[in-house]
T-cell receptor
Framework: LAKTTQPISMDSYEGQEVNITCSHNNIATNDYITWYQQFPSQGPRFIIQGYKTKVTNEVASLFIPADRKSSTLSLPRVSLSDTAVYYCLAVKGGATNKLIFGTGTLLAVQP | GAVVSQHPSWVICKSGTSVKIECRSLDFQATTMFWYRQFPKQSLMLMATSNEGSKATYEQGVEKDKFLINHASLTLSTLTVTSAHPEDSSFYIC????????????FGQGTRLTVV
C-alpha cells in the first residue's frame, strides 16, 4: 500500500476555500486516491475518491495530476463545522478495501 | 450511504474483565470488516481484518489472544478485549464496505473503552 504524506495541520477562516495537498509518490497502478473526514470521537466519513483528473461531489473536489504522485482536496467556502482531521489514503482497487491511515491533516476553521 | 453501527458507544470496565464490542452492517452484507484502535490525538491503527466464517487476520504486534474477533454472520463482527488493563483504554472503530473494487468504507461511530 502506497504511503501518503500530508501537512499535519492547516488553519483557515470561514468562507475561504481550503486546499489540502497529499503526496503519494509510490502510488500503484490500481490504487484509488481516497479522502476521509473525522470529527472528534466519531468514526471517519468518506468524502471523495478519484483515480485521475478531477472529481467533484456536493462536498469537495479532488484534483489529481496525470502522474498521480500527488492530489489536492479542495473544500469550497469552509465553515466552522468543517474543522476536522482529513485523511488521504491510497486504496487498493480490490475487494479487500484494507485502509492504512496516515497522520492526517487537522484543519482548524476560525470565525 | 450504508450504515455501520457499533455497540456500545462507550464502556467503562474494571481491570481484568473482558469487554465485547459489536459492529453491525445494518443494510448490507459484508464479507470483510476491519477493526481499528485510535489513541488521543493519533491516527487510526488497523488492528485486524475480520473475515466472515473464518479466522481473523491480525496486524503485526496485535495480540490475537488479547483481542478476540468473531465474524459469525455477514452483518456482525465482534471484538472482545480480554483481561482488559488501563493501557487498553482507547477508541475502537470498525468498518465495513461492499465487496467491490474500490468501494468506500463505512465506519461505525466508535466505542470509547475506559479501563479503571
Amino acid at each position: 500500500l502506497a504511503k501518503t504524506t500530508q501537512p499535519i495541520s492547516m488553519d483557515s477562516y470561514e468562507g475561504q476555500e481550503v486546499n489540502i495537498t497529499c503526496s503519494h509518490n509510490n502510488i500503484a497502478t490500481n490504487d484509488y486516491i481516497t479522502w476521509y473526514q473525522q470529527f472528534p470521537s466519531q468514526g471517519p466519513r468518506f468524502i471523495i475518491q478519484g483515480y485521475k483528473t478531477k472529481v467533484t461531489n456536493e462536498v469537495a473536489s479532488l484534483f489529481i495530476p496525470a502522474d498521480r504522485k500527488s492530489s489536492t482536496l479542495s473544500l469550497p467556502r469552509v465553515s466552522l463545522s468543517d474543522t476536522a482531521v482529513y485523511y488521504c489514503l491510497a486504496v487498493k482497487g480490490g475487494a479487500t478495501n484494507k485502509l492504512i491511515f496516515g497522520t492526517g491533516t487537522l484543519l482548524a476553521v476560525q470565525p | 450511504g450504508a450504515v455501520v453501527s457499533q455497540h456500545p458507544s462507550w464502556v467503562i470496565c474494571k481491570s481484568g474483565t473482558s469487554v465485547k464490542i459489536e459492529c453491525r452492517s445494518l443494510d448490507f452484507q459484508a464479507t470483510t470488516m476491519f477493526w481499528y484502535r485510535q489513541f488521543p490525538k493519533q491516527s487510526l491503527m488497523l488492528m485486524a481484518t475480520s473475515n466472515e466464517g473464518s479466522k481473523a487476520t491480525y496486524e503485526q504486534g496485535v495480540e490475537k489472544d488479547k483481542f478476540l474477533i468473531n465474524h459469525a454472520s455477514l452483518t456482525l463482527s465482534t471484538l472482545t478485549v480480554t483481561s482488559a488493563h488501563p493501557e487498553d483504554s482507547s477508541f475502537y472503530i470498525c468498518s465495513a464496505s461492499y465487496d467491490r473494487d474500490g468501494a468506500e468504507a463505512f465506519f461505525g461511530q466508535g466505542t470509547r473503552l475506559t479501563v479503571v
